[in-house]
């Protein structure tokens, strides 16, 4: 990510599965095709993937989307990174799918799509996930915002699902997906109009969960990453879990045992009376 500041470093080979910056602006990955159009960094425990394509608007290539579950599959299994931040360069979230190449984005007649594989890649990736919204998040921008926990908008920021301007109908998961979150009277104004809507418009209507300045933006997303990266990530993963309803009892159950017999509650409660920040240390097997 290109933020003018110190805070990110560029990922560095880690291992088999590691992911890092290449010339040109690609990733590598052992195993992996380089692929154009993306930026990854890491800082203290937050990875910022960077949709990297502003001469386009970061608009998302047919490789780019699938790229992406691959992507998140190695961020997912790597222990240096709590937290992840999704954003685009210059300005621009993301404008949606490139549409010179709308033919290879897969029509199946169900949710298999490359859009939707990738979507849904991002939505169970099990860290929690910060969508840095500036400029336009229209289209795929959109769809992939939405798969984020979490969304923090500049106050300039547009928002626009437009799949009526190019009589495409939208997938079935990702249009509940925009009724759950927004509700379903903001979800039938946005695909029925296909209008873009400011920012202050998407936080009354749950679209976006913060608006903030331009100039406040960076420091506001990477504040609450660094505070979500500290906190305990045995309690991260059960809440995203049942909030996202892919727990049930059982497995509740479970997470509340292993926080029990992994130490994170006696850890938790000693920094309490000892008034410190608690060092948990419960990783993902």
């Excluded at 290109?2 to 990733?27: D, E, F, K, V, Y």
């Excluded at 490359?114 to 998040?137: D, Q, R, W």
């Excluded at 809507?197 to 936080?203: E, G, P, S, T, Y």
Aim: proline share 5%.
């Amino acid at each position: 990510m290109r933020t003018g500041s110190s805070r990110c470093a560029a990922i560095m080979p880690s291992g088999a599965g590691a992911l890092w910056p290449q010339p040109g602006g690609g990733l590598h990955n052992r195993g992996m095709e380089v692929t154009d159009g993306f930026e990854l960094t890491l800082a203290e425990h937050v990875a910022t993937l960077t949709l990297n394509r502003p001469a386009k608007r970061n608009a998302v290539t047919a490789a780019m989307w699938r790229a992406l579950p691959g992507i998140l599959a190695d961020l997912a299994a790597d222990p240096k990174v709590r937290v992840l931040v999704l954003t685009g360069a210059g300005g621009t979230f993301c404008s949606g799918a490139d549409i010179s190449e709308i033919h290879e984005l897969g029509d199946n007649d169900d949710d298999t799509g490359i859009t939707v594989v990738a979507e849904h890649a991002l939505m169970t990736f099990p860290k929690p996930v910060i969508a840095m919204i500036e400029g336009y998040c229209v289209g795929g921008g959109c769809q992939l915002a939405l798969a984020c926990d979490l969304r923090v908008a500049a106050d300039g920021a547009r928002f626009g699902v437009t799949p009526a301007k190019l009589g495409i109908v939208y997938p079935l998961s990702s249009t509940r997906r925009l009724a759950e979150i927004a509700g379903p009277a903001t979800a039938k104004l946005l695909l029925f109009s296909a209008d873009l809507i400011d920012a202050d418009h998407a936080l009354r209507t749950g679209l976006v969960d913060e608006v903030r300045r331009p100039e406040d933006l960076r420091d506001r997303v990477y504040g609450l990453a660094a505070t979500i990266a500290g906190r305990s990530r045995l309690t991260l993963t059960a809440a995203k879990q049942i909030v996202d309803g892919r727990a049930g009892e059982a497995e509740v159950r479970a997470w509340q045992r292993e926080a029990r017999e992994s130490g994170e509650i006696a850890e938790g409660v000693r920094a309490y009376r000892e008034g410190r920040s608690p060092g948990f240390s419960w990783h993902a097997k």
